[in-house]
Nanobody, 121 residues
Framework: QVQLVESGGGMVQAGGSLRLSCVASGSIFSINAMGWYRQAPGKQREWVATITSGSSTGYADSVKGRFTISRDNAKNTGYLQMNSLKPEDTAVYYC???????????????WGQGTQVTVSS
């Protein structure tokens, strides 16, 4: 059983910073892309950022220049550094990863349980 556990969420004032972590555990052979998504109250879940196994990155326009995604493959961990936070960044942030449990198996999309980020004005 593979699971993702996010941490690092909390409450911060506008202009502040938070660093989210996402740790993958269980039977892991390899991890392909890792990504972060968020869902604000009353809104659909939206993509925030992705990092590939080769460390290529992509960002939503709304966070470009403020958020940085990274990963530590040795620790099966992904990160999202969030700077210059705005009230509109308030949401539950979810980690997603494409994980292969053993050689020869297909990659499977796994989601974390989410971590709340609240930015006050």
């Amino acid at each position: 059983q593979v699971q993702l556990v996010e941490s690092g969420g909390g409450m911060v004032q506008a202009g502040g910073s938070l660093r989210l972590s996402c740790v993958a555990s269980g039977s892991i052979f390899s991890i392909n892309a890792m990504g972060w998504y968020r869902q604000a109250p009353g809104k659909q879940r939206e993509w925030v950022a992705t990092i590939t196994s080769g460390s290529s990155t992509g960002y939503a326009d709304s966070v470009k220049g403020r958020f940085t995604i990274s990963r530590d493959n040795a620790k099966n961990t992904g990160y999202l550094q969030m700077n210059s936070l705005k009230p509109e960044d308030t949401a539950v942030y979810y980690c997603n990863a494409e994980i292969r449990g053993a050689a020869g198996l297909k990659f499977r999309s796994v989601w974390g349980q989410g971590t709340q980020v609240t930015v006050s004005s």
